[in-house]
């Protein structure tokens, strides 16, 4: 199966990360382009791409761009979230660390449609080195006029920070990314008021994935029919698939969103390693509800997967073979989520810990029979009822797990 | 306590933002860039420049992984245990570091060079397993690999 490179055209280039190799291959030609046309243009461009964020929600990005208020007297800030922590999950990693430029000219041209004229990329503290990176190709830009007064004589401002976050998982959850960026513990906020509303030092802020935004240089050169004629109807354009665990050919691939799953664990990672059996496959990152092997027939976009009752999730596919313990997978995502939770709201501190103890116990083989149905009862009694989604990012994973596999576990109690 | 150096860092860097109490993460990183970790003073000092409690800033200090808030040795060695690269190894790997090293997880070497941690998921799952030694990454690790790396930072520390 062949790849459509649109994202991760110039990543394989000798000094990817340069503006010139950037330039070389039409980087910044989409910027001129948009900076001909209104900021509504190119909002509604966007809008009929059909482009959904690739952060994890697949909210449509025109959509969240909308809810900035028109004519208003703060600044609006534009953050680039870069805080990559979903575990199974590293192709912002890979094109921040390749080809910088791509989300510098997807964030200027963001910025000019939501009458932005600062933006910060929130970086997760330990891609240190990929801050360097970004921080280098901002210079560059600048230098050329790319970022800056007066871009490209257009009369139009922009310039991005790079912040760089300093470990914690919930950070990437927009509102406690914006509470860490105003140098804060990064706990959410209460919604409403959204960011749109009141984000950034009470401003109004969008906040969008270094993938969504890389996305826009593309959708502005080549116009909006060209993006949404790749995928499937709902689910436009390429997705960059990020593939672990027990394959042969792990790595970070691009493909229209709709291929199947099936087609990306066996010809394009090469397969289970040891040719051992498919067990299951975690589709879109950790939070994301498992696929028994039997379930893994599915396509691999927004709507299919929910269909399926999981989530596309951030796409990073964790494929798991016959000699994988489930029950220890679960007990490792409960271990996971209790460490990262913030503490702030009751059901996912307290509910994300007693998961860990009870899964702990009957890991280590001391678990009571009635253990599984209080597993199942925290999941479900718990669900829903916290400032973000971290406590159900724990819950649906886990009930998902001891649902699907309850023989597992239940051979490790008796 | 911050240098006379580290304070001005701080003060300009908090020119960068429109909100200045956004330098308090960088300021963080400021204090501890020279000995590895921050200490009570260091905290002090930041939130007179910030002029926020010392109660807050160190409740700021306390919620990030990244920032030490106990000596940590010259090499700071971060294992990824999360699922990727579980499913490859990684406990095993944290094994033989613990004996190589003589240390649990959590610690440091008595000489101050080595300190090891278990982390989450670091973001490089195609080439797990993985590891981090202060700002770098070490990837797709073997045994036989771990040895050569180990060897290689002890020859540096002499």
């Known amino acids: ?414 | 306590m911050l240098s006379i150096k580290q304070k001005d860092d701080i003060r300009k860097k908090a020119k960068e933002f429109p909100g200045h109490r956004s330098v308090s993460l960088p300021a963080l990183y400021i204090a501890q860039s020279g000995k590895g970790y921050i200490d009570r003073k260091d905290i002090e000092e930041i939130a007179g420049i910030l002029s926020i409690s010392y109660a807050e800033l160190y409740g700021i200090a306390s919620f990030y992984n990244l920032i030490h808030r106990k000596p940590i040795g010259k090499f700071h060695i971060q294992v990824c245990t999360n699922i990727s690269c579980s499913l490859l190894g990684a406990e095993h790997l944290l094994t033989r570091l613990e004996k190589k090293l003589g240390i649990r997880e959590g610690g440091a070497t008595a000489d101050g060079i080595f300190s090891l941690e278990s982390v989450e998921c670091l973001g490089s799952c195609d080439k797990a397993p993985v590891m981090m030694i202060n700002e770098k990454f070490h990837e797709a690790l073997t045994e036989k690999k771990l040895s050569r790396i180990l060897a290689s930072l002890k020859e540096k520390a002499e």
Not at chain 1, 238 to 243: A, G, P, V, Y
Not at chain 1, 294 to 308: G, Q, T
């Open chain 1, 1 to 414: 199966m062949e790849e459509l490179k649109i994202l991760l055209k110039n990543i394989h280039k000798d000094e990817s990360k340069k503006l010139e190799t950037y330039i070389s291959g039409g980087g910044y030609e989409a910027l001129q382009k948009a900076l001909s046309k209104k900021p509504d243009d190119i909002v509604e461009t966007v809008k009929k791409s059909g482009l959904r964020g690739r952060g994890g929600a697949g909210f449509p990005a025109a959509v969240k761009w909308n809810f900035i208020p028109r004519d208003c007297s703060q600044p609006v800030y534009l953050i680039a979230n870069a805080d990559e922590g979903e575990p199974g999950t590293f192709k912002d990693h890979i094109l921040m660390e390749k080809d910088p430029h791509l989300l510098i000219e997807g964030m200027l041209i963001a910025g000019y449609a939501v009458h932005s004229f600062q933006g910060f990329i929130y970086i997760r503290g330990e891609f240190a080195e990929i801050a360097q990176i970004l921080e280098q190709a901002i210079a560059e830009a600048r230098q050329a006029g790319y970022l800056g007064k007066n871009i490209l004589k257009s009369g139009f401002n922009f310039d991005i920070n790079v912040y760089r976050g300093a470990g914690s998982y919930v950070c990437g959850e927009e509102t406690a990314l914006i509470e860490s960026l105003e140098g804060k513990r990064g706990q959410p906020r209460l919604k409403p008021p959204y960011p749109a509303a009141s984000g950034l030092y009470g401003s109004p802020t969008v906040v969008n994935n270094v993938e969504t935004l890389a996305c826009l240089p593309f959708i502005v050169r080549e116009g909006p029919e060209r993006f949404a004629s790749i995928g499937i109807p709902g689910n436009t354009g390429t997705k960059l698939f990020c593939i672990s665990g027990e394959v042969n050919k792990p790595g970070c691939y691009e493909f229209p969103l709709g291929v199947p799953l099936l087609n990306l664990v066996y010809d394009v990672a090469g397969g289970i390693r040891g040719d051992r059996k498919l067990k299951a496959v975690i589709p879109g990152g950790l939070s994301t509800p498992v696929l028994s092997a039997r379930e893994a027939d599915v396509l691999m976009d927004f709507d299919s997967l929910a269909a399926a009752g999981t989530m596309l999730g951030s796409a990073g596919v964790i494929v798991l073979s016959e000699n994988a313990s489930i029950p220890e997978i679960a007990l490792r995502t409960a271990r996971f989520y209790a460490n990262e939770s913030c503490g702030q709201c009751t059901p996912c501190r307290e509910g994300t810990g007693k998961l860990r103890l009870l899964l702990e116990r009957i890991f280590l083989g001391s678990g009571e029979a009635d253990d599984i149905r209080r597993i199942m009862k925290i999941c479900t009694s718990l669900k829903g009822i916290s400032l973000c989604p971290l406590g159900d990012a724990a819950f649906l994973p886990i009930f998902n797990f001891v649902e699907k596999f309850h023989g597992e576990f239940e051979a490790l109690i008796r």
